[in-house]
């Protein structure tokens, strides 16, 4: 992230934004879904609030918020048209992780891959609204300020929102330990191309999502089923991979988005990553493969967010 100008002493301006900042990129990467968009719409509250009168600011959380809020919601419309002619399917921004959300099971599920995809068929002012009154619990009034709409705008944005989540995401999933339990036998499985193996790993309807922007060659479509599924991965060490011989590609297991995933590495850059959706009895049932090259910035420089909702 962006460090504010160095100076030997912070003034107390600079002292509260710091305070805040991280929360702010925890507002702006859960309404955009992209750490470099998240890291763009940090700096400009930062802008403002050092030019702003600030003894005329009663709350700076509250300032802040809504100067974020509002550049992700002028973002998000400015972006849905390139979103909608995407080629092939189109995930978040994948991010390192680690800290609160990485402890927190609500704070994990609300930056999970699964739930920022879910988060993505809202409207702009719905997302915006789903995600500062069910993640950062601000109250509807508060809102109401953030997005410059009337509070019973909000309620009802808030009801569709919720109602939208609700039918799409899991009633039921499997506790921690099962989910880094199976993505470790996952790692293990694919790595060795033990198809009967992941077969195990593996519901019968799972659904591999891949991203590969028209960058590099992936599925354009999701691909179903455990068999398909299955063969997929446990081709990869056997195959090329984006011009990496299998000799030279490398896996890691780590944590993304709040919860366990896997990074697939070839010579001084990162290939791919991928993290899961599981069930109650912690079979996979989704898996999001995110390789556009653009997106996988984030991971790269391998810093770890801290996504705390406080």
Avoid: C
Wanted: charged letters at 25%.
């Amino acid at each position: 992230m962006t460090d504010l100008p160095a100076h030997p002493e912070l003034d107390p301006g600079q002292e509260v934004f710091r305070e805040h900042r991280r929360l702010l990129f925890s507002v702006a990467y859960r309404l955009l879904g992209s750490a470099a968009d998240a890291e763009d719409a940090v700096q400009d509250p930062w802008i403002k609030w050092s030019a702003a009168d600030r003894s005329q600011v009663a709350d700076p959380k509250a300032y802040l918020t809504r100067i974020v809020s509002n550049l992700a919601l002028e973002r998000l419309r400015s972006t849905r048209h390139k979103r909608e002619t995407y080629v092939g399917p189109w995930l978040p921004e994948p991010v390192l992780t680690g800290g609160d959300a990485s402890e927190v099971v609500t704070e994990a599920e609300s930056v999970s891959m699964a739930m920022l995809v879910v988060l993505e068929t809202l409207s702009p002012l719905e997302r915006a609204v789903f995600v500062l009154k069910e993640v950062f619990d601000f109250n509807y009034a508060e809102i109401a300020e953030a997005v410059e709409r009337s509070e019973a705008a909000v309620r009802q944005a808030a009801h569709r929102a919720r109602e939208h989540v609700r039918a799409r995401r899991p009633r039921f999933a499997a506790d921690r330990s099962r989910q880094r339990e199976a993505t470790e036998r996952f790692f293990a499985a694919a790595t060795g191309g033990d198809v009967n193996a992941l077969l195990e790993l593996l519901s019968p309807d799972v659904t591999l999502w891949t991203d590969g922007g028209g960058k590099v060659r992936q599925a354009l479509s999701p691909v179903v089923g455990a068999a398909t599924v299955a063969a997929w991965f446990a081709a990869i060490g056997t195959v090329t991979y984006q011009g990496v011989e299998p000799a030279e590609m490398k896996a890691e297991l780590v944590e993304i988005n709040g919860g366990p995933g896997i990074v697939f590495r070839g010579p001084g850059r990162v290939i791919a990553t991928v993290t899961f959706d599981f069930d109650a009895d912690g079979r996979i049932t989704a898996i999001h493969n995110v390789a556009n090259p653009d997106k996988l910035q984030a991971v790269s420089d391998g810093t770890a967010h801290d996504l705390g909702t406080q």
